[in-house]
Each structure stands twice: as structure tokens, then as C-alpha cells.
């Protein structure tokens, strides 16, 4: 299967539907990545479209789909302020940093603004 990335117009760039995008995107695309998040924040931060608070509340929003999904899994993780510990213990991340994006994009109306990261045949 083929991997096609996100797309963002400028109304979402920074956002953090368009952080926990590009994280989904690097997950799919590198799935040897430690914290996909971390990476893309970063990515987007220098590149001047956000800022640390918004990369923070990519990590809290991913961190509490993760837990809800995987109630026996959060109980053995000691932080929630932490993807690449998530990332270590999942077999496939990308389905929850995926929801997570467009959890992200629904509350801040950007829906029509992002084109979700999606797997071809």
C-alpha cells in the first residue's frame, strides 16, 4: 500500500490538527521515528507556524485517545506529557494519531481545511 501525506491550506498551518497530521504522515511514512510528534512539532515550530503550546497540546490530545483506546496499556505508562513513551508500546500509532488529528480539526472548525493523510491500494 501507498502512503499519500496531509495537506493543509494556510487557515490550519500550526495548528494542531495539522501537528498531530504531520506526525500521522511521519508514523506512516517512518515508522522508526521515537516520537513522531516531537519531530513534526519541531519541523513546524522552525518553520514558523506554531509554537511549544500548540506541540504540547498535539501531545496531551494523542496521549488521552492512546489511553482511552488502550485502558490497560495507559496504566503502565508514568506519563502523559510523553508520545515517544505511547510510541514505544504500540504496534501501530498511526491509527491514533490520526484520530486524534481530525479530533483536533472538528473542535477547531478546520475540517475543510486539512485533507487527512490516507493509505492507497
Known sequence: MDYTAHTATAAAEGSVAHILWAAADLA??????????????????AAGQTTARRGKAAIELATMVAADRHPRLAAT??????????????????????????????????????????WTP
Open 28 to 45: 506512516a511514512t517512518n515508522p522508526e521515528a521515537a516520537d513522531p510528534i516531537h519531530d513534526a512539532g519541531l519541523h513546524i515550530i
Open 77 to 118: 505508562i508514568e506519563t502523559n506529557d510523553d508520545w515517544a513513551a505511547w510510541q514505544q508500546v504500540l504496534t501501530e500509532p498511526w491509527p491514533i494519531l490520526a484520530d486524534a488529528a481530525a479530533i483536533a480539526a472538528r473542535i477547531a472548525g478546520l475540517e475543510t481545511h486539512i485533507t487527512p493523510g490516507r
